[in-house]
């Protein structure tokens, strides 16, 4: 029996593991769930799952929460709350699903404490992939991916030597606007991103999708994951999203995981690994297809996959920058404050007028620039919509 804490149990890949969790009842137990402001759905998972512990956003979630549920399970909140719910001894396992950069210090520090982590937060190696993978390593703990690209990449590596690893293609749906063209970009509605092609996520990732920076954050999730250099990390668009990635061999050789566009599959092999859970999902079928099909990106099409390849190279505090202005600007953008194609311009203005610190780079140090590079792209955005 494996002891779960899920750190963003009401977002998509949140409910996706308790839906295998409760697939699989003799092999999960849930001991703890953190979500954010969803307090009905959290209300409803602590019925049927019966965590010990929930952490909520902030005192007025939690004292919403208080008055929903008639159980005892203790309820805590914001970045203090999250924390505690991953340190508990009877914890395996966290499954690490906040979107953004509030999921890095929860992560974190679960990994001080020695849990094994099923990592869908790829913010947290963005921002500080060499300070998460190097303390993972210290303590004996397991990073497992969560997210398809990851997960396919993970599961082709196995039985391999790192020094046989020619390159990785890291494929892409290409998003909504794969075949849009680039002078249309500024008439893109909130509505029109959201409406993913293939995939069925939450809303900032979709936004992610759509300019490509998922993609971004992907290369440099994957470039410490898998202690590949940014260079050997290429990017390929795969629109019928069956391929999930592929790893090229210097023999020539490459090796594709495929399946259907579902989640279920990478999260619970990141649960049970080395094992495999029989789900069940549907195969692809393939002789219904009319094939498929790759394309390189473009990059000047989809600036923001252009930023992160520069952002990962340049690495320091710039990752975290990126991120934060990211987050900022994809807001702004879902709040009709910000037309689609300046979320790259946003992004670009702020990575210049940040001092990138590349030595030594603290944990500290990387929290204090995502606060520093949020402000600024506030500001940058009030002066673009003044």
Known sequence: MKHLAILGSTGSIGQNTLQIVKQFPDQFCIEALGAGHNIKRLAEQIQEFSPQKVAVYDKKCADDLSSMISSKTDIVYGEKGYCEIVSDESIDMVVSAIVGAAGLLPTVHAIHHKKDIALANKETLVMAGEYVMATAQSQGVAILPVDSEHSAIFQCLQGHHQSEV???????????????????????????????????????????????????????????????????????????????????????????????????????????????????????????????????????????????????????????????????????????????DHIPVIIEKTLMAHQNITSSVSLDAICEADKWAREKAMSIILKISS
């Open 166 to 340: 020619d390159h990785i293609l890291l494929t892409a749906s290409g998003g909504p606007f794969f075949k849009h063209p680039s002078t249309d970009f500024h008439a893109i509605t909130p509505q029109m991103a959201l409406n993913h092609p293939t995939w069925s996520m939450g809303k900032k990732i979709s936004i992610d999708s759509a300019t490509l920076m998922n993609k971004g954050l992907e290369v440099i999730e994957a470039r410490w994951l898998f202690d590949v250099p940014v260079e050997k990390i290429n990017v390929l668009i795969h629109p019928q999203s069956i391929i999930h990635s592929m790893v090229a061999f210097h023999d020539g050789s490459i090796l594709a995981q495929m399946g259907i566009p579902d989640m279920k599959s990478a999260i619970a092999y990141a649960m049970s690994y080395p094992h495999r859970l029989p789900l069940h999902q549907p195969f692809p079928k393939f002789s219904s297809m009319n094939g498929l099909t790759f394309h390189d990106p473009d990059f000047e099409k989809f600036q923001c996959l252009k930023i992160a390849y520069h952002v990962c190279k340049e690495g320091g505090t710039y990752p975290a920058v990126m991120n934060a202005a990211n987050e900022i600007a994809v807001t702004a953008f879902l709040d009709n404050r910000l037309s689609f």
